[in-house]
T-cell receptor
């Protein structure tokens, strides 16, 4: 069955430091890949997505992610974290052969210390 | 442009009762998906509606049912509530069906079953 793994439940970084959140997926073909962010009491907001083409994709709020087929990974990065980035981040995968659903990872909670 | 809205914001029910949650999709969107997000977990796909027809279902029992109306708003109904149904229920709309389409999420309905 398809699955999405976010190995880090919590990550704490200092403001201004770089950030990398990990995401691994298990699918047979090239999936559609997404990163969403959820602030407390809020719904999910799309940060970026990858369907095909350039494996490095740029998103909103200064985030980027890189698709690595050989590692089945789609890690999210930001060069300099701001206190307002504190939130929960979800990696999600969609695939034609699995219908119209998105499969989400369990999420990574980002804490930013000043 | 109005985003995805959900009502009510919070709801408390007792075991065995029935509940109806509502979602208004973003203007121009004809597809609505429902997700259940238990505490500390990522969202799980319940089902999707496209042009008033169910268009995919996740691993949820039949007591989870839904409707989509001609204006593309949607309802999620849960019968015979169980304690494990306590969760945040998220509605997401998209322009068309398909796993590659960006889904726009509402803020969710927090359901507590006592």
């Amino acid at each position: 069955a398809q699955s999405v793994t976010q190995p880090d439940i919590h990550i704490t970084v200092s403001e201004g430091a770089s950030l990398e959140l990990r995401c691994n997926y298990s699918y047979g073909a090239t999936p559609y890949l997404f990163w969403y962010v959820q602030s407390p009491g809020q719904g999910l907001q799309l940060l970026l997505k990858y369907f095909s083409g350039d494996t490095l994709v740029q998103g909103i709020k200064g985030f980027e992610a890189e698709f690595k087929r050989s590692q089945s990974s789609f890690n999210l990065r930001k060069p300099s974290v701001h206190w307002s980035d504190a939130a929960e981040y979800f990696c999600a995968v969609g695939a034609e052969e699995y219908g119209n659903k998105l499969v989400f990872g369990a999420g990574t909670i980002l804490r930013v210390k000043s | 442009e109005t985003g995805v809205t959900q009502s009510p914001t919070h709801l408390i029910k007792t075991r065995g009762q029935q509940v109806t949650l509502r979602c208004s999709s973003q203007s121009g969107h004809n597809t609505v998906s429902w997700y259940q997000q238990a505490l500390g977990q990522g969202p799980q796909f319940i089902f999707q509606y496209y042009r008033e027809e169910e268009n995919g279902r996740g691993n949820f029992p039949p007591r989870f049912s839904g409707l989509q109306f001609p204006n593309y708003s949607s309802e999620l109904n849960v019968n015979a509530l169980e304690l494990d149904d306590s969760a945040l229920y998220l509605c997401a709309s998209s322009y068309v069906a398909g796993p590659y389409n960006e889904q726009f999420f509402g803020p969710g309905t927090r359901l507590t079953v006592l």
